[in-house]
């Protein structure tokens, strides 16, 4: 079946500094989907690609989708005590269901 | 989301109990989904549903079954519960094709 990798499964920052989940997969996908989920609370979509190559943005993050479309990345930039929280990639897969990544939990120090 | 509501929010139950965990939506979508998440793990999927007569299992479906009472509702039940089924309970739809999965508030379930 398919496989997503998704790294690093923790990253502390401290406030202000950068950070990048990774998200790979052992197939080629038709899209990925990210969500974050807050400490205590439910998974909240952020975010569709489609597209080889697409980078798409929401402020201060940036989603892109490899141009072989088997990976995709989240980048935040200058981290917020406000992004705290995991964060996870989604996978179309071949049964009409998504495929979730393990996520990456972020803890930001003020 | 407010508009996906899951029951009960936290459930202490006993190995060998049946429990169930129900799901209602107002958003009028035709896909429901069972997750379960666990520390590390990210979420697994239990059962999906693209509508009533349409109930597929996911990855992880042993020791779970579903029913699928409405467009609207869609029950998790385990029929004999054990420990190793401690874990968080999402319930989430979607209008169809690869469009984004709305959650609930998740149900905790232990099971001692």
């Known amino acids: 079946g398919q496989q997503v990798m998704q790294i690093p499964q923790y990253q502390h920052v401290q406030e202000g500094e950068d950070f990048t989940t990774y998200c790979n997969s052992s197939?080629?996908?038709?899209?990925i989907q990210w969500y974050k989920q807050r400490p205590g609370g439910h998974p909240v979509f952020l975010i569709q690609l489609v597209k080889s190559g697409e980078v798409k943005k929401q402020k201060r993050l940036t989603f892109q989708f490899g141009e072989a479309k088997k990976n995709s990345s989240l980048h935040i930039t200058a981290t917020q005590t406000t992004d705290v929280g995991t964060y996870f990639c989604?996978?179309?897969?071949?049964?009409?269901?998504?495929?979730f990544g393990s996520g990456t939990q972020l803890t930001v120090l003020p | 989301d407010a508009d996906v509501t899951q029951t009960p929010r936290n459930r202490i139950t006993k190995t060998g109990k049946r429990i169930m965990l129900e799901c209602s939506q107002t958003k009028g979508h035709d896909r429901m989904y069972w997750y379960r998440q666990d520390p590390g793990l990210g979420l697994q999927l239990i059962y999906y549903s693209f509508d009533v007569k349409d109930i597929n299992k996911g990855e992880i479906s042993d020791g779970y079954s579903v029913s699928r009472q409405a467009q609207a509702k869609f029950s998790l039940s385990l029929e004999s519960a054990i420990p190793n089924q401690t874990a968080l309970y999402f319930c989430?739809?979607?209008?169809?094709?690869?469009?984004?999965?709305?959650f609930g508030d998740g149900t905790r379930l232990s099971i001692l």
């Open positions: 989604a996978l179309s897969g071949s049964a009409r269901q998504l495929t």
């Open positions: 197939t080629t996908l038709s899209n």
């Open positions: 989430a739809t979607s209008t169809g094709g690869w469009q984004p999965q709305h």
